[in-house]
């Protein structure tokens, strides 16, 4: 277990300027990670629930960073993601939690379920995920 990458990944997360908006919280573990944000109606469409754009965010993200948790030297990239809105969702919170299903030398696998405040399924989703050339160690708000 690498708590001390962890904590950057945490840390990189958070200092996101769009997580200004969302106000996430975050754990990551090995192969793990679980974000929350409280739902605000300033995420919602037209019709009064919350946007896909913040499933796929929600999705997204802790897929994401379920994989980089098994990456200490380099960012990786979203190079596919696909998502599954299962279930209208208005106030209360979301809740996503995402794993890492496989990897090889190339690339990581990822899944992640999206639960409502009640802890229902909303929505899921999974990506694949591949390393860049961007060394984590160079990034600010990484390495804190």
Do not use: C, W
């Not at 990944?9 to 944000?37: D, H, Q, T």
């Amino acid at each position: 277990m690498n708590t001390e990458h962890y904590a950057g990944l945490e840390r990189m997360y958070l200092a996101a300027p769009i997580n200004e908006i969302y106000r996430p919280r975050i754990e990551i573990r090995e192969g793990v990670s679980e974000i929350e944000i409280a739902l605000d109606s300033r995420f919602h469409h037209a019709a009064g629930a919350v946007h896909g754009s913040v499933y796929f965010k929600m999705l997204d993200d802790s897929a994401f960073f379920a994989a980089a948790s098994l990456e200490p030297e380099v960012f990786l990239l979203t190079t596919s993601f696909t998502t599954y809105l299962t279930r209208p969702v208005s106030a209360g919170s979301m809740r996503a939690a995402g794993k890492v299903v496989n990897r090889n030398r190339s690339q990581f696998i990822a899944e992640a379920v999206v639960y409502d405040s009640r802890d229902r399924e909303i929505g899921r989703g999974n990506g694949l995920f591949v390393r860049s050339n961007k060394k984590l160690a160079d990034m600010a708000a990484y390495t804190g």
